[in-house]
Every structure is written in C-alpha cells, then in structure tokens.
C-alpha cells in the first residue's frame, strides 16, 4: 500500500544533543510537509518542500533543519532540542494539481520525541 | 485573526447517538478547500474529506457526513450511530489560494464516545 512512513515512532533525546526525524513516502507526492504538535494542540508547520525547493515557515525556529535528499526521503533535523521541542513530529505530503493548489495531505504515524 | 472555529472542544455521547462537529471559517478568497481529518489516540492524522468551494453539494459516507454552507461559512461534519471506535479528535482545516493553499486548522474537537 502506497503510504507515508516515518521512523522511529518514539524518540528520547537529551536536552543538546541533536536528533535527526526521518520520513519516507511511497506516494511519488512532489510536496512534503513537516509539523509540529504539541498536546491537545492543532499541528503546526515547520517547513514543506515543493520538490527540492524548500520553503520556511516565518516563525520556525533555527533550530531546526530539514533535508530533502530526493523525492521519496525528507529529513527533521533538530540541532539542539530543548525541553519545549517535547511533541508529535508529523510529516505529511500531498501532490500538486494543475494550477498550483494543491490535494489534501496524507500524514504519517508522527514521530514522539522527548526531550529530558 | 482566526480563520477556523472549532467551538467545542470536547464532546461526549453515548455509543448509537448521532453528534454533529462544528467547523465555521473566515476567507476572503473565492477559492479555497476545507478539510476534516481524524486524529485518533495512536496520533496519526487521517484524511476524511476535502471539498472545494464551488462544490456545496453535502456528502455522505457510510455513517459519515457533511453538510457545507457558505452563506454561514460552515463546513459541519455528523456522525450517524456513533460507535467508539469514533472516539478521536477530529480537525478542520482550510487551504486558501492567496495563502498559497497551505493548510489553517482548527484548534479540533475531542470526541468521546462512550460504551
């Protein structure tokens, strides 16, 4: 089943010590998405990829980083977490339709990191 | 300024009963596209429906359905003989031309369905 996979599902990181998210897609969607949610909250974007052009959300934090190395792998790349970064990671991807909108987004299980 | 309402924040019924799910939105653009997603306990957000804003035909799936009104800027969402398995938070979301059709939640709605 094609599908949005991200790994691993549950990560415990110490606070400064960088972690790395990953998220695979077998969708062939040319537009994926990185999300941050934090309890009894709505997500909230952190960047999306349209191909390889990368586009950052205003208020996303330097801290965090994100690869696309090709169409089906995209990495989070969180340099120095802090205990504020304890939430749901959640990667999502969609495919543009003619005339630039674009098709509602597929979302992975999401990734629960912890920051101690 | 914001642009999805989900005024109840938590909603508990008895299995069988029918419950409705407020979403009201705020554009200014004449395109747009406004979605449901599921997020039950495990945490991954399912996609339920997307519907454009030329279409305001209500849709029916199974006990699922929707009833969108743009003279009220509503996009309600009913469950018919609801069953636990229901119990998740449910999302609306619009996507906007002018807002480069990212996506603009609501702040959800917790669903609690009970035995």
């Known amino acids: 089943d094609a599908m949005v996979i991200q790994n691993p599902r549950y990560q415990v990181t110490q606070f400064g010590k960088p972690v790395t998210l990953s998220c695979s897609q077998t969708?062939?969607?040319?537009?994926m998405y990185w999300y941050q949610q934090k309890s009894s909250q709505a997500p909230k974007l952190l960047f999306h990829y349209y191909d390889k052009d990368f586009n950052n959300e205003a208020d996303t934090p330097d801290n965090f980083q994100s690869r696309r190395p090709n169409t089906s792998f995209c990495f989070l790349d969180i340099r120095s977490p802090g205990l504020g970064d304890t939430a749901m990671y959640l990667c999502?991807?969609?495919?543009?339709?003619?005339?630039?909108?674009?098709?509602?987004?597929?979302f992975g299980p999401g990734t629960r990191l912890t920051v101690l | 300024a914001q642009k999805v309402t989900q005024a109840q924040t938590e909603i508990s019924v008895v299995e069988k009963e029918d419950v409705t799910l407020d979403c009201v939105y705020e554009?200014?653009?004449?395109?747009?596209?406004l979605f449901w997603y599921k997020q039950p306990p495990s945490g991954e957000l399912v996609f339920l429906i997307r519907r454009n804003s030329f279409d305001e035909q209500n849709e029916i799936s199974g006990r699922y359905s929707w009833n969108f009104q743009k003279s009220t800027s509503s996009f309600n969402f009913t469950i018919t003989a609801s069953q636990v398995v229901d119990s998740a938070v449910y999302f609306c979301a619009l996507s906007e031309a002018g807002s480069n059709y990212q996506l603009i939640w609501g702040a959800g709605t917790k669903l609690i369905i009970k035995p």
């Open positions: 969708l062939n969607h040319n537009v």
């Open positions: 554009t200014r653009d004449t395109t747009y596209y």
């Open positions: 999502a991807t969609s495919r543009e339709r003619p005339g630039g909108s674009y098709n509602e987004q597929f």
